[in-house]
């Protein structure tokens, strides 16, 4: 579960849901609005319009959010 932020940034919001999409509680071919599974009603509107800001929509893929990765070999 995303852990509770009185003021989210996108920076932030990038990094919980790496994590999200590293543990595999999310994939990176989902919309962005899946994510809400994991914050109260209350956050989600703080974590929308943080999106919003950003040019982001909550129907955008969360692989748009995430940008570039660096893939490390096995």
Same mark, same amino acid.
């Given at each position: ?9 996108? =920076?932030?919001?990038?990094?919980? &849901? ?13 919309? &962005? ?9 209350? =956050?989600? &509107? ?6 919003e ?15 570039? =990765? ?5």
């Open positions: 579960m995303l852990s509770t932020i009185e003021t989210y940034n996108i =920076e932030t919001i990038k990094d919980e &849901i790496r994590e999200l999409v590293d543990r595999g509680k999310l994939c990176r071919n989902e919309p &962005i609005y899946h994510v809400c599974r994991f914050i109260s009603p209350r =956050e989600w &509107i703080c974590f929308e319009c943080e999106l800001r950003n040019d982001y929509l909550s129907r955008d893929w969360i692989i748009d959010l995430l940008g570039d =990765e660096e893939w490390v070999e096995d």
